[in-house]
T-cell receptor, first 116, second 114 residues
Framework: EAGVTQFPSHSVIEKGQTVTLRCDPISGHDNLYWYRRVMGKEIKFLLHFVKESKQDESGMPNNRFLAERTGGTYSTLKVQPAELEDSGVYFC??????????????FGSGTRLTVV | KQEVTQIPAALSVPEGENLVLNCSFTDSAIYNLQWFRQDPGKGLTSLLLIQSSQREQTSGRLNASLDKSSGRSTLYIAASQPGDSATYLCAVRGLTGGGNKLTFGTGTQLKVEL
């Protein structure tokens, strides 16, 4: 099966611009997650979708970040306007069954975002 | 709030050595614990997942153990090879706060030398 796909793999934008990241989860996975790793820190949770609904967005840093998952398939994460501190690697993950402890997460390769 | 710590932060060993990576977590109310590997510039590859009811899992040269009551997990790598060089991440999925998020450690950067 195809894995979790993210694009672009790299993005360099100027402060104040807008960037949209995309994630295609594994087909059939209702659960989709966004995480990010900023320089020198651990990977941290941003939000969780179950199908098209936001189950938990407690990790979103501020209202410059907007995530959507129209139709419950792929998801986008938009940063508008981007700030320097948004630089980092943004990971997407999907899982088959949220309630089952036997199921783990499958991560994509990440999008490395650099804001200059 | 769950906190995950990994020791050591970096490790360099000669090829063939057996090694142990450590992970500790502060809240024992967990669904499971997952070990990942990350190669430079790449994504996270899942290595092993241990459910909260399990004590260990094995895959090839890798063995992961879980002691939930003491908040510890170890990843044992047997007969290390240069291809094992990568950053190893431990992530805990907690029961609290919705039970839907992973809390990661900062990782152990492993280098296996010829």
């Amino acid at each position: 099966e195809a894995g979790v796909t993210q694009f672009p793999s790299h993005s360099v934008i100027e402060k104040g611009q807008t960037v949209t990241l995309r994630c295609d989860p594994i087909s059939g996975h209702d659960n989709l997650y966004w995480y990010r790793r900023v320089m020198g820190k651990e990977i941290k949770f941003l939000l969780h979708f179950v199908k098209e609904s936001k189950q938990d967005e407690s990790g979103m840093p501020n209202n410059r970040f907007l995530a959507e998952r129209t139709g419950g398939t792929y998801s986008t994460l938009k940063v508008q306007p981007a700030e320097l501190e948004d630089s980092g690697v943004y990971f997407c993950a999907s899982s088959q069954d949220w309630g089952n402890p036997g199921y783990g997460y499958t991560f994509g390769s990440g999008t490395r975002l650099t804001v200059v | 709030k769950q906190e995950v710590t990994q020791i050591p932060a970096a490790l360099s060993v000669p090829e063939g050595e057996n090694l142990v990576l450590n992970c500790s977590f502060t809240d024992s109310a967990i669904y499971n614990l997952q070990w990942f590997r990350q190669d430079p510039g790449k994504g996270l590859t899942s290595l092993l997942l241990i459910q909260s009811s399990q004590r260990e899992q094995t895959s090839g040269r890798l063995n992961a153990s879980l002691d939930k009551s003491s908040g510890r997990s170890t990843l044992y790598i047997a007969a290390s090879q240069p291809g094992d060089s990568a950053t190893y991440l431990c992530a805990v999925r907690g029961l609290t706060g919705g039970g839907n998020k992973l809390t990661f450690g900062t990782g152990t950067q492993l280098k296996v030398e010829l």
